[in-house]
Protein backbone atom coordinates (compact mmCIF):
# COMPACT_ATOMS: atom_id res chain seq x y z
CA UNK A 1 0.00 0.00 0.00
CA UNK A 2 2.75 2.54 1.07
CA UNK A 3 4.61 1.83 -2.58
CA UNK A 4 1.38 2.42 -4.56
CA UNK A 5 0.67 6.13 -2.37
CA UNK A 6 3.97 7.08 -3.17
CA UNK A 7 4.11 6.32 -6.43
CA UNK A 8 0.63 8.82 -7.27
CA UNK A 9 2.25 11.39 -5.31
CA UNK A 10 5.25 11.41 -7.08
CA UNK A 11 3.07 11.38 -10.29
CA UNK A 12 0.46 14.15 -9.39
CA UNK A 13 3.56 16.55 -7.86
CA UNK A 14 5.32 16.15 -10.37
CA UNK A 15 4.24 15.33 -13.75
CA UNK A 16 7.78 16.08 -15.93
CA UNK A 17 8.99 14.43 -13.74
CA UNK A 18 7.66 10.89 -13.44
CA UNK A 19 10.25 8.54 -15.55
CA UNK A 20 12.89 9.84 -13.32
CA UNK A 21 11.37 8.77 -10.12
CA UNK A 22 9.71 5.92 -11.22
CA UNK A 23 13.06 3.96 -12.31
CA UNK A 24 14.23 4.03 -8.88
CA UNK A 25 11.51 2.78 -7.60
CA UNK A 26 11.27 0.43 -9.90
CA UNK A 27 14.80 -0.92 -8.49
CA UNK A 28 13.71 -0.72 -5.01
CA UNK A 29 10.72 -3.06 -5.76
CA UNK A 30 12.97 -5.47 -7.87
CA UNK A 31 15.47 -5.77 -4.74
CA UNK A 32 12.68 -6.14 -2.35
CA UNK A 33 10.69 -8.37 -4.10
CA UNK A 34 14.12 -10.54 -5.20
CA UNK A 35 14.95 -11.06 -1.38
CA UNK A 36 11.51 -13.11 -0.92
CA UNK A 37 10.94 -14.71 -3.60
CA UNK A 38 14.10 -16.20 -5.11
CA UNK A 39 15.86 -18.53 -3.04
CA UNK A 40 19.66 -18.43 -2.10
CA UNK A 41 21.73 -20.99 -3.57
CA UNK A 42 25.27 -20.00 -2.21
CA UNK A 43 26.95 -22.88 -0.54
CA UNK A 44 24.71 -25.53 -1.67
CA UNK A 45 26.06 -28.59 -2.53
CA UNK A 46 25.52 -30.08 -6.00
CA UNK A 47 22.94 -32.70 -6.08
CA UNK A 48 23.75 -36.30 -5.58
CA UNK A 49 23.61 -38.59 -9.19
CA UNK A 50 21.73 -41.42 -8.57
CA UNK A 51 23.56 -44.53 -8.76
CA UNK A 52 24.60 -46.42 -11.35
CA UNK A 53 22.08 -49.24 -12.18
CA UNK A 54 23.86 -52.72 -11.74
CA UNK A 55 22.70 -56.26 -13.71
CA UNK A 56 23.34 -58.94 -10.35
CA UNK A 57 19.91 -60.28 -9.65
CA UNK A 58 19.16 -60.45 -6.04
CA UNK A 59 20.97 -62.59 -3.89
CA UNK A 60 24.24 -62.05 -5.33
CA UNK A 61 27.31 -61.40 -2.52
CA UNK A 62 30.37 -59.51 -3.25
CA UNK A 63 33.45 -57.47 -1.95
CA UNK A 64 32.76 -53.50 -1.76
CA UNK A 65 36.19 -51.50 -0.15
CA UNK A 66 33.93 -48.99 1.55
CA UNK A 67 32.47 -48.65 4.57
CA UNK A 68 28.43 -48.98 3.46
CA UNK A 69 26.69 -50.82 1.32
CA UNK A 70 25.88 -49.34 -1.66
CA UNK A 71 22.30 -48.81 -2.79
CA UNK A 72 20.08 -51.52 -3.46
CA UNK A 73 22.60 -53.77 -1.38
CA UNK A 74 22.34 -55.13 2.42
CA UNK A 75 25.51 -56.20 4.97
CA UNK A 76 26.13 -60.01 4.62
CA UNK A 77 26.32 -60.21 8.48
CA UNK A 78 27.05 -64.26 8.06
CA UNK A 79 30.60 -62.93 6.55
CA UNK A 80 31.96 -61.03 8.73
CA UNK A 81 35.28 -62.06 10.05
CA UNK A 82 35.53 -64.96 7.91
CA UNK A 83 36.84 -66.40 4.38
CA UNK A 84 34.46 -66.89 1.80
CA UNK A 85 35.14 -70.09 0.22
CA UNK A 86 33.08 -72.14 -2.79
CA UNK A 87 31.09 -74.97 -1.59
CA UNK A 88 31.39 -78.48 -3.70
CA UNK A 89 28.77 -79.81 -6.22
CA UNK A 90 25.52 -79.68 -3.84
CA UNK A 91 26.98 -79.21 -0.27
CA UNK A 92 24.35 -76.90 1.42
CA UNK A 93 25.79 -73.43 1.34
CA UNK A 94 26.14 -71.11 4.61
CA UNK A 95 28.57 -73.90 6.49
CA UNK A 96 30.69 -72.34 9.24
CA UNK A 97 34.33 -73.19 10.83
CA UNK A 98 35.69 -71.61 13.54
CA UNK A 99 35.55 -67.91 15.42
CA UNK A 100 35.14 -65.54 13.49
CA UNK A 101 38.04 -63.24 13.33
CA UNK A 102 38.27 -59.76 15.33
CA UNK A 103 39.29 -56.46 14.18
CA UNK A 104 43.10 -56.63 12.53
CA UNK A 105 42.97 -60.03 14.67
CA UNK A 106 46.69 -62.37 13.49
CA UNK A 107 44.98 -65.78 14.35
CA UNK A 108 47.31 -67.80 16.03
CA UNK A 109 47.84 -71.43 16.81
CA UNK A 110 50.00 -74.41 18.25
CA UNK A 111 51.40 -78.24 17.74
CA UNK A 112 52.19 -80.55 20.65
CA UNK A 113 55.36 -81.93 19.60
CA UNK A 114 56.73 -85.67 19.73
CA UNK A 115 60.16 -87.02 19.00
CA UNK A 116 62.78 -89.63 20.06
CA UNK A 117 66.27 -90.42 20.06
CA UNK A 118 68.23 -93.75 20.74
CA UNK A 119 71.20 -93.15 23.46
CA UNK A 120 73.90 -95.08 22.19
CA UNK A 121 75.62 -97.57 24.59
CA UNK A 122 79.00 -97.92 25.99
CA UNK A 123 80.98 -100.46 27.93
CA UNK A 124 83.60 -99.83 30.82
CA UNK A 125 86.23 -102.26 31.91
CA UNK A 126 85.45 -102.58 35.45
CA UNK A 127 82.37 -103.32 38.15
CA UNK A 128 80.07 -100.44 38.86
CA UNK A 129 80.10 -99.36 42.22
CA UNK A 130 76.54 -99.11 43.54
CA UNK A 131 76.28 -95.35 43.58
CA UNK A 132 76.05 -94.95 40.01
CA UNK A 133 72.52 -93.60 40.18
CA UNK A 134 72.96 -90.73 37.55
CA UNK A 135 74.26 -92.21 35.00
CA UNK A 136 71.60 -92.91 31.79
CA UNK A 137 71.35 -96.10 30.56
CA UNK A 138 71.60 -97.09 26.73
CA UNK A 139 67.64 -96.77 25.76
CA UNK A 140 65.11 -94.88 22.90
CA UNK A 141 64.37 -91.37 24.39
CA UNK A 142 61.33 -89.60 24.01
CA UNK A 143 60.57 -85.77 24.16
CA UNK A 144 57.38 -84.41 23.96
CA UNK A 145 56.66 -81.10 24.78
CA UNK A 146 53.78 -78.31 23.54
CA UNK A 147 55.10 -75.65 20.77
CA UNK A 148 54.02 -71.80 21.73
CA UNK A 149 51.77 -70.34 19.82
CA UNK A 150 52.51 -68.32 16.81
CA UNK A 151 51.07 -66.82 13.77
CA UNK A 152 49.50 -68.47 10.80
CA UNK A 153 51.08 -65.81 8.39
CA UNK A 154 48.41 -66.10 5.90
CA UNK A 155 48.05 -61.83 4.45
CA UNK A 156 44.56 -60.63 3.95
CA UNK A 157 42.60 -57.69 3.67
CA UNK A 158 38.98 -56.48 5.51
CA UNK A 159 36.54 -55.44 2.75
CA UNK A 160 32.72 -55.35 3.16
CA UNK A 161 30.23 -57.79 2.34
CA UNK A 162 27.05 -57.19 0.65
CA UNK A 163 24.47 -59.12 -0.41
CA UNK A 164 22.12 -57.54 -3.66
CA UNK A 165 18.63 -57.13 -2.66
CA UNK A 166 16.70 -55.43 -5.67
CA UNK A 167 15.75 -57.16 -8.82
CA UNK A 168 18.12 -56.13 -11.81
CA UNK A 169 18.10 -52.76 -12.71
CA UNK A 170 16.59 -50.95 -15.84
CA UNK A 171 19.23 -49.51 -18.23
CA UNK A 172 22.07 -52.07 -16.55
CA UNK A 173 25.16 -52.72 -18.29
CA UNK A 174 24.75 -56.76 -18.50
CA UNK A 175 27.07 -58.75 -16.65
CA UNK A 176 30.45 -60.15 -18.55
CA UNK A 177 30.79 -63.76 -19.49
CA UNK A 178 33.11 -65.56 -16.56
CA UNK A 179 32.27 -62.92 -14.25
CA UNK A 180 32.26 -64.83 -10.74
CA UNK A 181 29.91 -63.94 -7.80
CA UNK A 182 29.01 -65.76 -4.43
CA UNK A 183 25.36 -66.32 -4.09
CA UNK A 184 22.91 -66.59 -1.36
CA UNK A 185 20.95 -69.83 -1.98
CA UNK A 186 21.46 -73.78 -3.05
CA UNK A 187 21.23 -73.15 -6.89
CA UNK A 188 22.51 -70.49 -9.36
CA UNK A 189 20.51 -67.98 -11.21
CA UNK A 190 19.13 -68.19 -14.54
CA UNK A 191 21.75 -67.21 -16.69
CA UNK A 192 24.73 -68.35 -14.37
CA UNK A 193 26.53 -72.06 -13.46
CA UNK A 194 28.85 -73.46 -10.81
CA UNK A 195 32.17 -73.41 -11.63
CA UNK A 196 34.40 -76.42 -11.10
CA UNK A 197 37.88 -74.80 -10.23
CA UNK A 198 36.89 -73.00 -7.23
CA UNK A 199 35.35 -75.48 -5.48
CA UNK A 200 36.16 -75.79 -2.10
CA UNK A 201 39.31 -73.45 -2.52
CA UNK A 202 40.61 -70.23 -1.01
CA UNK A 203 40.48 -67.51 -4.24
CA UNK A 204 43.80 -65.90 -4.53
CA UNK A 205 44.43 -63.13 -7.59
CA UNK A 206 46.83 -63.97 -10.20
CA UNK A 207 50.11 -63.53 -10.05
CA UNK A 208 51.98 -61.94 -12.24
CA UNK A 209 52.50 -63.61 -15.65
CA UNK A 210 50.10 -66.59 -14.46
CA UNK A 211 47.39 -67.97 -16.20
CA UNK A 212 44.23 -67.68 -14.24
CA UNK A 213 42.12 -71.50 -13.00
CA UNK A 214 45.44 -73.10 -12.07
CA UNK A 215 44.32 -75.45 -8.77
CA UNK A 216 47.27 -75.95 -6.21
CA UNK A 217 47.83 -77.34 -3.05
CA UNK A 218 45.50 -79.60 -0.83
CA UNK A 219 42.52 -81.29 -1.92
CA UNK A 220 39.69 -78.91 -1.74
CA UNK A 221 37.96 -78.03 1.45
CA UNK A 222 34.73 -80.30 2.17
CA UNK A 223 31.52 -79.16 3.41
CA UNK A 224 32.40 -77.79 7.11
CA UNK A 225 35.68 -79.32 7.25
CA UNK A 226 38.04 -78.08 9.50
CA UNK A 227 41.10 -78.84 8.03
CA UNK A 228 44.30 -79.67 9.99
CA UNK A 229 48.02 -80.01 9.45
CA UNK A 230 50.91 -81.10 10.67
CA UNK A 231 54.61 -80.28 10.90
CA UNK A 232 57.97 -83.18 11.00
CA UNK A 233 60.48 -81.93 13.39
CA UNK A 234 64.45 -82.67 13.43
CA UNK A 235 67.34 -82.18 15.61
CA UNK A 236 70.14 -82.80 17.97
CA UNK A 237 70.64 -82.45 21.27
CA UNK A 238 74.31 -83.17 23.73
CA UNK A 239 73.90 -85.12 26.84
CA UNK A 240 75.85 -84.22 29.78
CA UNK A 241 79.38 -86.24 31.20
CA UNK A 242 78.76 -88.07 34.61
CA UNK A 243 81.55 -89.82 36.36
CA UNK A 244 80.70 -93.24 37.53
CA UNK A 245 82.30 -95.46 39.89
CA UNK A 246 84.06 -98.44 39.56
CA UNK A 247 86.35 -101.36 40.86
CA UNK A 248 88.77 -103.72 39.11
CA UNK A 249 87.02 -106.59 37.18
CA UNK A 250 84.83 -106.94 34.26
CA UNK A 251 82.42 -105.66 32.80
CA UNK A 252 80.25 -102.71 33.49
CA UNK A 253 78.24 -102.32 30.55
CA UNK A 254 74.49 -101.03 29.67
CA UNK A 255 75.36 -97.12 30.36
CA UNK A 256 74.46 -94.39 27.57
CA UNK A 257 77.25 -92.88 25.55
CA UNK A 258 77.78 -89.36 26.42
CA UNK A 259 77.49 -87.24 23.32
CA UNK A 260 75.61 -86.03 20.18
CA UNK A 261 72.52 -87.66 19.43
CA UNK A 262 70.12 -86.37 16.67
CA UNK A 263 66.15 -87.21 16.92
CA UNK A 264 63.07 -86.84 14.67
CA UNK A 265 59.16 -86.87 15.16
CA UNK A 266 56.46 -84.75 14.53
CA UNK A 267 53.49 -82.47 15.99
CA UNK A 268 50.11 -83.03 16.15
CA UNK A 269 47.75 -82.73 13.90
CA UNK A 270 46.12 -78.98 14.64
CA UNK A 271 44.03 -76.41 11.96
CA UNK A 272 44.98 -72.70 11.45
CA UNK A 273 42.31 -71.35 13.35
CA UNK A 274 41.22 -69.23 10.41
CA UNK A 275 37.06 -68.92 9.97
CA UNK A 276 35.13 -69.68 7.28
CA UNK A 277 31.95 -69.72 5.93
CA UNK A 278 31.01 -72.26 2.45
CA UNK A 279 28.98 -69.74 -0.01
CA UNK A 280 27.80 -70.97 -3.74
CA UNK A 281 29.64 -69.85 -6.38
CA UNK A 282 28.35 -68.92 -9.53
CA UNK A 283 29.33 -67.78 -13.02
CA UNK A 284 27.94 -66.04 -15.69
CA UNK A 285 27.60 -68.06 -19.08
Known amino acids: MSNSFILK ?11 TALVPLAMALSACSGSDDVPDTSGTAPPIPPPTPDALPAGAISFFNATSCPVNWTPFAEAKGRFLVPTI ?9 GEPLKDGEDRMHSHAVTAEADLDAVSYAGIAGEANHGVAGQQKVTL ?13 VQLLACKKLGSIQAGAVPVPKGFLMFWNGASCPAGYSQPIATQGRMLVGVPKDAPPGLSFGGKSLASAEDRKHGHDVAGSFMTSPHGIALASGCCADGYAKDGQYD ?3 ATDEGNAGLPVIQLLQCQKM
Do not use: I
Open 9 to 19: SARAALPGFFF
Open 89 to 97: GQDPPLKTV
Open 144 to 156: AAPAAKVSSGLPY
Open 263 to 265: YAG
